[in-house]
């Protein structure tokens, strides 16, 4: 069995949610189910870019990660694309009997068994701005296959007061699950400079909005590694 792979990078930080600030490398999965208007990942999900991605074995893809962490384990982070399209079961297996930890994210349109496997899983439900629609029942069959999973959050972007208004609904839906808020970034290309100002406005208008509200249970994240990097890509 091969796994299909736009991307294997770092190490570098996490740059959004619950793992924010933490060493990481990256296993970029190619595919994805949805085609969010905003996507800054499309090298991993357009299938016009499916001759680029690495058909690899799952002891190929650990070796790339164990060459580029030096050996030494870290966490392991696998995002996409949407990875749940794939079986990265032996993946896992391979770097925990290793000392690695592994978190994947998701949008949550697929559940699988290996969910249960990981140390953080990262359901982040696209609102209404991404023009894709939640299937809410295939989302809490993801909740389901990740009970055994060490740490489950949530972590949404928001565009617009639309957004808004539907990460509050979310939110009610879920309130066991801890909630990290981001600002969107539709500035996507990676060859043109982000503008720090529009970003550093995105982050106060979505704090703003959130301590008018007096909501209190989300932490409220800018994307560290667009305020670093911009949007290039492999950092
Ligand atoms: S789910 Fe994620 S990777 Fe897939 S299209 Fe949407 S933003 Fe892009």
């Known amino acids: 069995m091969t796994l299909r792979i736009a991307e294997i990078f770092g190490p570098t930080i996490q740059g959004e949610g619950a793992l924010i600030g933490e060493p990481t490398v990256f296993v970029r999965a190619g595919g994805c189910d949805y085609r969010c208007s905003w996507c800054d990942s499309l090298?991993?999900?357009?299938?016009?870019?499916?001759?680029?991605?690495?058909?690899?074995?799952?002891?190929?893809?650990?070796?790339?990660?164990?060459?580029?962490?030096?050996?030494?384990?870290?966490?392991?982070?696998?995002?996409?694309?949407?990875?749940?399209?794939?079986?990265?079961?032996?993946?896992?297996?391979?770097?925990?009997?290793?000392?690695?930890?592994?978190?994947?994210?998701?949008?949550?349109?697929?559940?699988?068994?290996?969910?249960?496997?990981?140390?953080?899983?990262?359901?982040?439900?696209?609102?209404?701005?991404s023009g894709e629609v939640v299937d809410w029942e295939a989302f809490d069959n993801c909740l389901i296959a990740a009970q055994s999973c060490e740490q489950v959050v949530m972590k949404i972007v928001i565009f617009d007061d639309i957004d808004y208004a539907w990460a509050k609904a979310t939110a009610a839906r879920y309130p066991d699950l801890p909630l990290y808020l981001q600002p969107g970034n539709a500035e996507v290309d990676p060859d043109l400079p982000v503008d720090l100002q529009a970003a550093t406005d995105r982050l106060l208008w979505l704090i703003e909005k959130v301590t008018a509200d007096q909501w209190y249970a989300p932490r409220v994240l800018p994307q560290l590694h667009v305020l670093v990097w911009g949007n290039k890509r492999g950092v």
């Open 43 to 129: 090298h991993a999900v357009d299938s016009a870019n499916r001759h680029d991605w690495a058909k690899m074995s799952a002891e190929e893809v650990f070796d790339q990660v164990c060459t580029l962490s030096g050996g030494k384990p870290l966490t392991v982070s696998i995002s996409g694309g949407n990875p749940a399209i794939q079986d990265f079961a032996p993946v896992i297996t391979l770097g925990q009997a290793a000392g690695y930890r592994f978190a994947c994210e998701t949008q949550g349109s697929i559940a699988k068994p290996w969910f249960g496997a990981l140390d953080t899983l990262v359901l982040s439900p696209k609102p209404p701005s």
